[in-house]
């Protein structure tokens, strides 16, 4: 009978240790839990902002104003939409009655220019000054006047505005890309004692090169005349008479 009590009582002892126990490792899970929690919470955090990162979600950017609005500028105003206006077309040579750069004497008649290059003597007998630019004529009359002249050259003749080259919407000269409305091939000289001396070029200038050089070497306008004597011309007397001549003399 004696064994009893004792044997309840070390029961007893025996579950106070355990619920001891348990409390005791629960507390010590509790412990353990928090710290690992925060962890778990600020890995899962960093994860996901750099999945945003990597995707291109601009949270952490600030919008970017362009320079004129960083200013304090005023804001440029939008474009409003509406029918497409062709392209301003650059101005195109010739410009004047001559430049240097161009090369070549011009004149502006009946809706169109004529275009010559001329020698150093035959600009000279023009009035042409060699060594500076020259612009056309304010007044029509005076420049349908030199047009008279610069025609019995032997100038071509084009028509305004130019019909461009199919792909073609300009060039620095027109008369590069463009055919003339009307060509001449004629070179032209006027010797001192009257009449006129003519060289057909229709044909090209097979045949007449180097000989046809002398026609910029000459010095004066009488030895033009027989450098065009000499690649084979034709002398008219008369220039109302020439057939080629009567039609320089009208546009």
């Excluded at 056309?136 to 003749?157: I, P, V």
Aim: glycine share 6%; hydrophobic share 35%; proline share 8%.
């Amino acid at each position: 009978m004696g064994s009893f009590p004792d044997e309840k009582s070390t029961k007893a002892e025996m579950h106070a240790r355990l619920t001891t126990d348990a409390k005791s490792s629960k507390s010590s899970r509790t412990r353990t839990s928090k710290p690992l929690l925060a962890i778990l919470t600020l890995l899962s955090l960093a994860g996901a902002a750099f999945y945003l990162y990597r995707n291109g979600v601009p949270f952490h950017q600030t919008p970017t104003l362009s320079p004129s609005w960083n200013d304090e500028s005023e804001r440029p105003v939008p474009k409003i939409l509406g029918p497409e206006l062709p392209a301003p077309v650059e101005p195109f040579e010739p410009l004047q009655r001559y430049s240097l750069d161009y090369g070549k004497v011009a004149c502006w008649q009946d809706g169109g220019v004529w275009i010559k290059e001329l020698t150093p003597v035959e600009m000279s007998s023009l009035g042409i000054d060699r060594f500076r630019d020259t612009a056309r004529a304010l007044e029509q009359a005076d420049e349908d006047a030199f047009c008279t002249r610069l025609r019995m050259r032997g100038a071509s003749f084009w028509q305004l505005p130019p019909r461009w080259p199919e792909h073609v919407n300009w060039c620095d000269a027109m008369d590069d890309c463009v055919k003339p409305t009307k060509k001449v091939s004629l070179e032209v000289g006027f010797p001192t004692s009257g009449g006129v001396w003519m060289l057909d070029t229709s044909r090209g200038w097979e045949g007449l090169y180097p000989q046809s050089l002398g026609l910029r070497n000459a010095l004066t306008m009488d030895e033009r005349c027989e450098v065009i004597k000499d690649l084979g011309g034709r002398f008219c007397e008369d220039i109302q008479a020439c057939p080629e001549m009567a039609a320089l003399l009208r546009p």
